[in-house]
C-alpha cells in the first residue's frame, strides 16, 4: 500500500465535515487541566496511556459512594437495585456506542488486556491443535501478543506475524498470504500506539472472513477517537479500555458475536457466572454473566455511562476532527526541529506522535519536558517489537486528545527546543 492509496479509502469510518469543537469550554469540564506542574501549566500529552475524566465521570462516582452505593446482581433491597440498575444501564450505553446488535454481547471486564486474555482463554485455547496458528500484525501492544504466546505454549499453535513497512503499515499482501488453511484466530490492532497508524481492518475482516476464519480487534485506541461500529464492522470480537475514553480505570468491555459467546466456556469461576452449584455438577449462566464472574468493579461500569455520553455529547467525528488536526500540525512543527525523526508515518493515523531525537534518549527528553509542565511518555510503550522493527530502543510519545489545544502543540515543541540546547 502506498501513500498514494485516498485517505477515505484507508479509513473505516469516513469523517464527514463537521462543527468545531470549542475546545476553551471543554477544557473547563476537566479539573486536572488547570493544574500546575513545577509551577507551569499542565501540558497533558499521554492521553495513549490513560486520558483524563471529564467532572461528570467524577461526579458519578461521587454520587453512587453517597448515595447509591451496594453490590449489584444480588440484593433485594433498594440501593442494590439502584446499583443494579445503573450498572446495567452502562451495558446498553456501551451496546450503543460501538453499534452492537444485542446487549448480551457486551461482557464487562478490567480493560483491553483482561478482554484479550478472556478470549484466548476461553474461545482460542479449547479450539488449538499443534500446529494450528494465530495470526496478528507486527504493530501489535504486547497485549495483543503474550496471551496469544501463552495459549500457543499451552496447545502446540504458532504464532505468525504480518509485517509492517518503514512507515509503520501493515503489508497487506502478506497479511492476506498469511491467512492460511491453519490460522484459527486472526487478533489484530486498530490503532497502534506506538505508531498511530490506522489499520484498514474493515479489509482484514473481510480477508479473514473469506478465509473462513474470526478477527479480534483490539480497539484500545480507537474507542476514544474514532467512531466504530461493530456491526457494520463484522469483527468477531472487538476490545477496549475505559480509562482511555475518559472513563475509570479497571474496567473495560469485551464485545463479542452472541453465537461465539454462547459456545465459550467459562474462563474464571466464582459468583455470578452459574446457575446452579451442587458439589457433583454446576451449571454456567449465559452471557455476558458467565464471563463475570465475583464482584465487578462497580463504579467502573456505572461511570462509564457518563463518559460515553460525554464523548458522544461533543461527537465522535467532531473529536476526530479536532484530533486530526493537532496531529498534523504538530507533525508539521516536528518538520523544523532538526535531528528529529518520526517513528510511523502512515498516512493514516491517529493521535500519536512517536519521535527520536539524533542527540537525546527519549527518557532525557521525557525529564526535560516534564520541567515545562509538558507530560509525554517514553519507552517502549508496551510494544518491544515495534522498536526492534524499527531499530530503536525507545521513543518519545506524545498522544494527543480532543481537550488539547496548539497552544499545548506549542509547548511542546518549545520544549524540544530546550532539549537542543542541553543535548545539542
Ligand atoms: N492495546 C493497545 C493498542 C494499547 O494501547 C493498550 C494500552 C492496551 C492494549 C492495553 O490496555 P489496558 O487498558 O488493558 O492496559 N496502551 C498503553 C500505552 O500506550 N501506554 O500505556 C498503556
Known amino acids: 500500500m502506498s501513500s498514494a492509496v485516498p ?3 484507508l479509513r473505516d469510518t469516513h469523517a464527514p465535515r463537521v462543527e468545531p469543537l470549542d475546545v476553551e469550554r471543554v477544557r473547563q469540564d476537566f479539573p486536572i487541566l488547570q493544574r500546575k506542574i513545577r509551577g507551569k501549566p499542565l501540558v ?37 437495585q439502584v446499583a443494579t ?4 444501564n452502562s451495558r446498553d450505553k456501551v451496546r450503543q456506542f460501538i453499534g452492537a446488535a444485542d446487549r448480551r454481547e ?73 491467512l492460511t488453511p491453519r490460522t484459527r484466530l486472526v487478533a489484530a490492532v486498530h490503532v497502534s500506539n506506538a505508531l498511530g497508524t490506522i489499520n484498514p481492518i474493515r479489509r482484514m475482516i473481510e480477508l479473514a472472513h473469506a478465509a473462513g476464519i474470526p478477527i479480534l480487534i483490539d480497539g484500545a485506541q480507537a474507542a476514544p477517537h474514532l467512531r466504530v461500529n461493530v456491526q457494520q464492522l463484522d469483527c468477531d470480537f472487538y476490545a477496549f479500555s475505559g480509562h482511555k475514553m475518559c472513563g475509570p480505570t479497571g474496567i473495560g468491555v469485551l464485545y463479542g458475536k452472541l453465537a ?10 466464582g459468583g455470578d457466572m452459574i446457575n446452579v452449584v451442587t458439589f457433583e455438577k454446576t451449571t454456567y449462566n449465559d452471557p ?24 458522544l455529547g461533543l461527537g ?9 488536526e493537532l496531529l498534523a500540525y504538530a507533525t508539521q512543527c516536528a518538520a523544523d526541529i532538526p535531528g528529529l525523526r518520526i517513528i510511523g508515518t502512515a498516512p493514516c493515523k491517529a493521535s500519536v506522535l512517536s519521535f527520536v531525537l539524533d542527540c537525546a534518549h527519549p527518557h532525557d527528553i521525557g525529564t526535560i519536558l516534564d ?27 506524545a498522544s494527543f486528545s480532543f481537550y488539547n489545544t496548539r497552544e499545548e502543540v506549542d509547548a511542546l515543541f518549545r520544549g524540544l527546543r530546550k532539549v537542543l540546547e542541553v543535548f545539542g
Open 106 to 178: 457486551i461482557v464487562f471486564t478490567r480493560g483491553t488486556t483482561e478482554s484479550i486474555n478472556l478470549v484466548a482463554n476461553s474461545f482460542a485455547r479449547p479450539r488449538l491443535q499443534p500446529g494450528d496458528e494465530i495470526l496478528i500484525t507486527a504493530m501489535e501492544h504486547h497485549a495483543n501478543i503474550v496471551p496469544w504466546q501463552l495459549v500457543c505454549e499451552q496447545t502446540g499453535a504458532r504464532l505468525r506475524v504480518a509485517p509492517i513497512s518503514d512507515e509503520g503499515i501493515l503489508r497487506m499482501e502478506e497479511f492476506a498470504r498469511l
Open 371 to 397: 520541567q515545562e509542565g509538558v507530560a509525554i511518555r517514553t519507552g517502549h510503550h508496551c510494544a518491544q517489537p515495534v522498536m526492534q522493527r524499527f531499530n530503536v530502543p525507545a521513543t518519545a510519545r
Open 288 to 311: 455476558p454473566q458467565r464471563f463475570e464472574a465475583g464482584t465487578p468493579n462497580i463504579e467502573g461500569g456505572i461511570a462509564l455511562a457518563p463518559a460515553i455520553d460525554y464523548l
Open 316 to 324: 465522535m467525528d467532531r473529536i476526530a476532527a479536532w484530533e486530526n
Open 44 to 80: 497533558y500529552l499521554d492521553n495513549a496511556a490513560s486520558s483524563q475524566r471529564p467532572r461528570v465521570v467524577i461526579e458519578a462516582i461521587r454520587k453512587l459512594y453517597e448515595q447509591d452505593y451496594a453490590n449489584i446482581h444480588r440484593g433485594v433491597h433498594t440501593l442494590s
Open 7 to 9: 485517505l477515505d479509502a
Open 85 to 88: 440498575e445503573a450498572y446495567e
Open 260 to 269: 461465539h459467546l454462547e459456545a465459550m466456556p467459562p474462563w474464571q469461576g
